[in-house]
């Protein structure tokens, strides 16, 4: 078996502070960032240093530990409300990814179960907290990758749209998760990135992963797709998600939508890596999502290069959602859910 191991450490917890890596500036530069607060955290998730469904949970949950560990020496009402304030914050920072919801969520229920204990003891287990969800990360990524791997044939030829990589989770990823665990379990797997217009996600975070693991991979731009699923040269579509509704419409990267529409043009198999954590059961459906909408900027240049006319109007939306009936199947943790539907999904929650 070969060992594809991602080295990439997205976060990481280096002398009581969260370094993350700053993927702004990957490729270019490979450098941490060092977040010692959790509105240093929160606005880490905002300004897109970390990003990624998976990874965002990940930080806001270090984002509350390293609040509970500076108000440890406080009294308890100064603690309670400078946590509360940490909630706040850290949920105000992006919209659309569940994770960072249900991150918090699970943060809450430990500090209620541990209110009767010493602040010192309350913010250790905050941070054992963290370091779990973290590490429980991985071992759920590396759970999808074994049930995926087993729907890519050798030789197949992958696209995936943006990046759910280890870089959008604490490692080895969601969708290129299941492309690592074909590799390690000996197939041929190649991976067409699209380029992912605006935060060139795939350019940028992709082809880098694919490239440091020597994982061939072709970068193609966006409106590519369509030409190259018409010459039969792409096998199969894996993306990542930030939310999948009850009913199964998966929300994921602006651009989703118009490949899984091509897939099923195709009849390319549209597969969705998705850990249980990304599944709102509270939303009924895809127009109940929150779609993030970003800042002009993003759409009229790149960094300092603006290449659209001042003044222009412009629209951001950063996710869009893809319904049910284009998903082949929902790649999760406790196996493959084909054709996902309200039933097949409240049964992987034992409903
Ligand atoms: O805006 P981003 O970069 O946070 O968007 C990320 C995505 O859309 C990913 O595909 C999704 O979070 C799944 S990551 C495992």
């Not at 009402?77 to 909630?87: D, I």
Request: with cysteine.
């Amino acid at each position: 078996m070969m060992n594809v191991r991602s080295g990439v450490e997205t976060l990481r917890w280096r002398a009581g502070a969260l370094e993350m890596i700053d993927q702004r500036v990957l490729p270019a530069r490979f450098e941490y960032l060092r977040h010692g607060s959790a509105a240093e955290v929160a606005q880490g998730i905002r300004a897109m240093v970390v990003r990624g469904a998976p990874a965002i949970g990940c930080a806001a949950a270090y984002g509350i530990a390293l609040e509970a560990l500076a108000l440890q020496q406080e009294s308890r009402g100064v603690f309670g409300a400078g946590l509360e304030r940490a909630f706040e914050v850290l949920a105000e920072s992006r919209p659309t990814a569940v994770n960072l919801f249900w991150a918090l969520k699970r943060m809450r229920r430990v500090w209620d179960s541990s209110q009767s204990r010493a602040l010192t003891e309350i913010a250790d287990i905050l941070l054992g907290e963290a370091h779990e969800i973290a590490a429980e990360d991985v071992r759920i990524n590396r759970a999808m990758g074994a049930h995926g791997a087993a729907l890519l044939a050798d030789g197949a030829r992958v696209l995936t749209h943006c990046n759910a990589g280890a870089l959008a989770t604490a490692g080895h990823g969601t969708a290129l998760g299941v492309i690592r665990s074909a590799v390690e379990g000996g197939k041929r797997i190649s991976v067409i990135a699209d380029e992912t217009r605006p935060f060139l996600q795939g350019a940028r975070l992709t082809a880098w992963e694919m490239v440091q693991e020597a994982i061939p991979v072709t970068l193609i731009t966006d409106n590519m797709a369509g030409h190259l699923m018409s010459h039969g040269e792409v096998d199969a579509v894996i993306v990542g998600t930030d939310r999948v509704a009850a009913n199964g419409d998966v929300a994921n990267k602006i651009g989703t939508y118009m490949v899984a529409v091509l897939a099923r043009r195709h009849g390319i198999p549209f597969y969705v890596a998705c850990p249980l954590s990304t599944i709102d059961l509270s939303v009924a459906d895809g127009a109940a999502i929150p779609i993030e909408e970003r800042a002009a900027q993003e759409v009229t240049g790149f960094r300092d290069c603006q290449w659209a006319a001042q003044g222009v109007r412009v629209r951001n939306p950063a996710f869009d959602v893809t319904p049910a009936e284009l998903v082949t199947a929902l790649i999760t943790e406790k196996g493959v859910v084909m054709h996902p539907n309200r039933t097949s999904i409240a049964a992987l929650f034992g409903a």
